[in-house]
């Protein structure tokens, strides 16, 4: 799911690094195709690249029978004929009237994700590893490093830089290869979740020493 097309890209040089805000993690995290879910719409369970569906507001189109939109999971939709790129805190702030910032943090709690600290978070992951319950998905772990990462005032404001996005296509690129190994116990996990946020808090703060010199 991760490659490291997705995770180096950054703004170009001179460009002012922007915050990450809750929305931006809302919608790296959650799985638009389970707000569909929890809508009653028909969502697809496939790892294709892309399906042609239904609008969710199709009803709002001139033609109602026409698929024109178009999901690629696990991440947006977009609708050529009238509501262009859906998100899935913009899916969820619409089907409940509520904004953007409040959809995010709706979504981010329910996954055990807002205002949790990270360490009691990841023994959780990990837990689950161990007995064979299985996680889910890899994005609770990048949450978890998001969460952990968010005590980093360096990371805070430098988390797009060149140096941090490179440390990190290291990192998902290994969390690829160690969710593929059979397995796999906590002391193993553990030991790749430390080793790792060590990693990402050292290019953060040459991140930031690169920018003030």
């Known amino acids: 799911m ?7 890209k950054y703004p170009l040089p001179g460009k002012r690094y922007r915050k990450m805000t809750l929305v931006d993690k809302a919608d790296e995290i959650v799985d638009i195709r389970d707000i569909m879910s929890d809508m009653g719409l028909w969502a697809p369970s496939g790892e294709y690249y892309s399906y042609k569906i239904f609008c969710p507001w199709h009803v709002e189109h001139s033609d109602q029978l026409d698929k024109n939109c178009r999901i ?8 050529w004929a009238m509501h262009g790129y859906i998100t899935p805190t913009y ?5 409940k009237a509520i904004p953007r910032e409040k959809a ?3 979504l981010l709690d329910e996954r055990g994700i807002l205002n949790r600290p990270w360490r009691e978070r990841w023994n959780e992951l990990i837990e689950e590893r161990e007995t064979d319950r299985g996680l889910g998905s890899k994005e609770e772990i990048i949450a978890a490093f998001h969460t952990a990462l968010a005590r980093v005032p360096e990371y805070d404001t430098y988390e797009f830089h060149p140096i941090v996005r490179q440390r990190w296509a290291i990192v998902l690129e290994y969390l690829d290869r160690l969710w ?4 796999v116990g906590l002391d193993t996990l553990d030991e790749f979740f430390n080793v790792s946020l060590t990693a990402l808090t050292r290019a953060a703060k040459m991140a930031a020493e690169q920018e003030t010199t």
Do not use: H, M
């Open 2 to 8: 991760f490659s490291q097309s997705d995770v180096t």
């Open 72 to 79: 690629f999971p696990p991440t947006n939709i977009y609708c």
């Open 91 to 95: 899916l969820y702030s619409r089907w």
């Open 104 to 106: 995010a943090e709706i």
């Open 180 to 183: 593929e190994k059979p397995g």
